[in-house]
């Protein structure tokens, strides 16, 4: 730097040294001169200076020498003594910025040898101009830099000194920089360059000043730099994005990482000022997990599966951010696209199950809603049901169908019905769900029970078992439980003038008929029953039957005789004419049996005759005949034991004996006796009297008791029921009960009489009704029968009517005790 200072007194002296030539007093001499003067050129005549002869330089050698290596800047002319200038002078090259400077040359002489310091005092020539030490100053400044920022330029260095060195500087007019110079210690300038006007990196990058510097000299040289100056980014700018609000339109159910759409966003800066990254801003957590953005590209794409129905439109913040953090937001509104992916749903919201099977078409019995999420088309359903069951779907009021009945539904064709719905939307493809309800039936008693036949038959023998079962039925009924349980019971009705229960009683759950008493063929043939099914619906259903129940005849009965009279009370003997040829008809035993067919086919067979061979009797007919003809010497009383048996198995049979008398004249019979029953006959009728006083007595106590008790008890007990229970009368004697209910006891004992074939003679008159004899000895009844039919072998209708008085009272009163 020191070259560079500029004495202004060194200055001064150089330049008065340029013009006057110094002579030294000592020989040596001194030459001003400016620098670069030209080969050859003259800077003085040193001989003269010197006062030296110029004819006698050449002999004396004059000449210029250098110390040492030194360069030899000037030559003498030995012929007129003129230095010349022999190299180039460069002042700056020998002194650079010292303010004078003087080279020594040596002028040497010999014979005698002198030695003369020539000086030359070296002037400064403006042959420099300013110089930059660069040719381009790069400046980087900082867009954001702030008005008057000062920035040092490099000084421009001009070799020459003084005044030829720089003195000022320019630069190039621009709009952002003024140029401050400024002096420094040394007195060299310097430039600052000094912002007038913010830099904008965005509108100019880049600027590019000239900087010249000028010297001072006559004319002034200049020197110029390059100044470069690079703007810096700074940042300022925050990103931009292309669309404040973007819309896009998505189908939903799109599949993940889906790209819905790009965003983008620019920032005017550079670098990682410029550099963009994205983010979502500001969004809820569910959003969040719908869609993610690549942070670099902006790519918004789809996270998780969006569903129409629970957003129809998305609205983002994407936020936008540079690398020192400014940022920008844009809108992103997502309509999301609804695609049929929802079938509907069918809701029963009310079943009225079961459905009486006698509900009238049309009737209601469900409200099916259906539902679809989607929208638009895709949420149109139809409902239908594609079965052939007797139900229809009407549409009603919005998604609202009714399920109504098309027909009448019967319980016991088709009990229950699975009834699918389908229901179907309009999207394309259609979705579709279906449903099936389950609808019963239920039972109303509108069956009655059927009989499995029209009607039935029995077949039962006499003598039974009370209680044993007689035939079974069944009626079904198609309903439900107790609508379809059948209980039988008996139709009340009479049979031969006795209520039918008293024959038969039925049991009500298994339809098992059972006989109540012994039937007895003779008295009862057949009967008729009506029994009832009925069911357990309320109101019940019944329907009848008959059930006719035939009592098949048993060999019960021994053949009675009626003649002779029987059991040796036979007073009747048989008047045998002597004369009497054989096979002449003697008398005829008479029997009847009250069984029927087979068991009534009665036989007659010769059991003892005291004239064994002497009289025969006919097996079929009973008639007695004579075998042969009588003799005197047979004897005059025949005693012959008959018996008569009928053909059932076993047979069974009774014996009688026939008295005969071989005799023309009544008046013959010494031996029999005309026996007498008045006083018996008067005894009976006085006990008869007590027993008919004694029962009236107590019947009339019994009538008292009885009242009293039924004021008491105005409640009728009930002893009679109804139905399956066995009825309590049946246990009652039968021929009480009989006699109670019919009082024609005489009406019921109708048989057929067989007669004995081949019968020759008319004497026997036959009436239909043998009653009274023939009444089977049975049960309790037995013994007053038999007293009955002792008396009537005497006397005729006056014990008779007592008798029946006292036995009317009996029943009566037995039928008043049943009743109460
Ligand atoms: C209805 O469905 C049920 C169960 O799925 C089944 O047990 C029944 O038999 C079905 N009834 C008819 C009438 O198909
Ligand atoms: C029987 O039928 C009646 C109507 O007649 C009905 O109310 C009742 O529910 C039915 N009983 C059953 C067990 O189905
Ligand atoms: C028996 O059934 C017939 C028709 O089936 C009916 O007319 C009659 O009244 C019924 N008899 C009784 C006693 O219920």
């Known amino acids: 730097m020191e070259g560079k200072r500029f004495s202004a007194a060194a200055l001064t002296l150089g330049f008065c040294l340029f013009v006057v030539a110094a002579r030294s007093a000592f020989g040596d001499v001194s030459y001003s001169f400016p620098e670069e003067m030209k080969r ?28 040492g290596n030194r360069k030899r800047y000037c030559d003498i002319n030995v012929n007129t003594g003129e230095l010349t200038v022999a190299e180039r002078i460069d002042r700056e090259a020998l002194c650079e910025k010292k303010a004078s400077c003087i080279l020594t040359q040596e002028l040497v002489l010999e014979n005698p040898l002198e030695l003369h310091k020539v000086l030359f005092i070296i002037g400064d020539v403006n042959d420099n101009s300013p110089r930059f030490e660069t040719d381009l100053i790069d400046l980087e400044i900082l867009e954001s830099t702030a008005k008057g920022a000062v920035f040092l330029l490099d000084e421009a260095v001009d070799a020459d000194i003084g005044q030829n060195s720089v003195q000022s500087y320019s630069l190039q007019t621009n709009q952002h920089f003024i140029l401050n110079v400024k002096s420094n210690m040394d007195g060299g300038k310097y430039g600052e360059l000094v912002l007038d006007k913010e830099l904008d990196r965005e509108q100019q990058q880049e600027l590019t000043l000239t900087l010249t510097a000028v010297d001072g000299g006559t004319p002034p ?112 509104i997502i309509e999301i696209i609804d695609v049929n992916d929802n079938a509907p749903v069918i809701v029963i919201k009310t079943l009225h199950s079961p459905v009486p099977e006698n509900a009238a078409p049309g009737t209601e019995v469900g409200i099916i809603n259906v539902q679809d999420r989607d929208s638009e088309n895709n949420q149109k359903v139809h409902c239908s049901i594609q079965q052939s069951v007797p139900f229809k779907l009407v549409p009603s009021i919005k998604n609202y169908y009714s399920l109504v009945t098309t027909g009448e539904l019967d319980r016991e064709l088709v009990s229950d019905y699975n009834i699918t719905i389908t229901a179907s939307d309009e999207g394309s493809p259609p979705l579709s769900s279906s449903k099936t309800l389950h609808l019963s039936v239920a039972d109303v008693n509108d069956n009655p029970p059927v009989f499995e036949e029209q009607s039935y038959s029995a077949h039962v023998k006499e003598n039974n078992k009370a209680g044993s079962s007689v035939c079974r039925v069944a009626a079904r009924d198609p309903d439900w439980r107790q609508n379809g349980t ?99 008809l003697v008398s005829k035993v008479i029997a009847v049996d009250a069984d029927s067919g087979q ?12 004239e064994p061979g002497l009289f025969t009797i006919g097996e079929h007919s009973g008639e007695i005949r ?50 007498s029953y008045e006083e018996s006959s008067s005894k009976l009728t006085f006990y008869l009297i007590i027993a008919l006083v004694s029962v009236s007595t107590f019947f009339l106590t019994f009538i008292i008791i009885v009242l009293a008790v039924r004021f008491c008890h105005r409640r009728k007990s009930r002893l009679l029921f109804d139905g399956a229970v066995a009825i309590p009368s049946a246990y009652l004697p039968p021929n009480y009960a009989e006699v109670e209910g019919a009082g024609t006891l005489r009406s019921s004992y109708n048989y057929d009489a067989y007669l004995t074939t081949g019968s020759r003679t008319s004497d026997f008159k036959f009436i239909t009704s043998y009653s009274d004899r023939t009444l089977p000895a049975d049960l309790t009844l037995k013994k007053t029968h038999a007293s009955v039919e002792d008396l009537e072998g005497f006397d005729g209708a006056g014990h008779d009517s007592q008798v029946r008085c006292l036995l009317m009272n009996c029943v009566v009163i037995f039928s008043f005790s049943v009743k109460f």
Not at 47 to 60: E, H, I, Q, Y
Not at 556 to 569: A, C, K, R, T, V
């Open 40 to 67: 050859g050129s003259v800077i003085g005549n040193v001989a003269k200076d010197l006062g030296l002869d110029v004819n006698r330089l050449s002999a004396r050698k004059a000449r210029i020498d250098t110390e």
């Open 221 to 332: 040289r200049s020197g110029t730099v390059v100044i470069h100056v690079t703007v810096l980014d700074a940042n300022d700018n925050a990103p931009v994005f292309s669309q404040s609000v973007y819309k896009v339109s998505l189908p939903e159910n799109s599949p993940l990482n889906t790209v819905v759409l790009t965003v983008s966003a620019t920032d005017a800066d550079e670098g990682v000022n410029g550099k963009v990254t994205y983010a979502l801003g500001h969004v809820s957590k569910r959003v969040d997990e719908l869609f993610s953005i690549d942070a670099h590209s902006g790519e918004v794409t789809v996270r998780s599966s969006i569903d129409f129905e629970e957003d129809t439109k998305i609205e983002l913040k994407i936020l936008a951010k540079d690398a020192s953090g400014l940022k920008s937001y844009c809108k992103v």
């Open 486 to 584: 059948v209980v039988y019971s008996l139709s009340p009705s009479d049979v031969s003038g006795a209520p039918v229960s008293s024959f038969v009683s039925i049991n009500g759950d298994t339809g098992v008929l059972h006989a109540v008493r012994s039937f007895d063929y003779e008295q009862l043939k057949s009967f008729k029953v009506l029994v009832l099914a009925r069911d357990n619906g309320s109101p019940p259903l019944s329907s009848n039957v008959s059930v006719s129940v035939w009592i098949s005849d048993e060999n019960d009965n021994s053949p009675q005789i009626l003649y002779p009279s029987p059991e040796g009370h036979s007073f009747m003997t048989e008047m045998v004419p002597k004369a009497a040829q054989s096979g002449s």
């Open 599 to 610: 068991n009534a086919w009665l036989s007659y067979h010769m059991v003892k005759a005291t």
């Open 626 to 675: 004579t075998q042969r003809d009588i003799s005197e010497s047979d004897h005059m009383k025949q005693n012959l034991v008959l018996s008569v048996r009928d053909n059932g198995q076993p047979s069974l049979s009774v014996t009688c004996t026939v008295y005969l008398l071989i005799s023309d004249n009544l008046a013959e019979l010494p031996e029999l006796k005309d026996m």
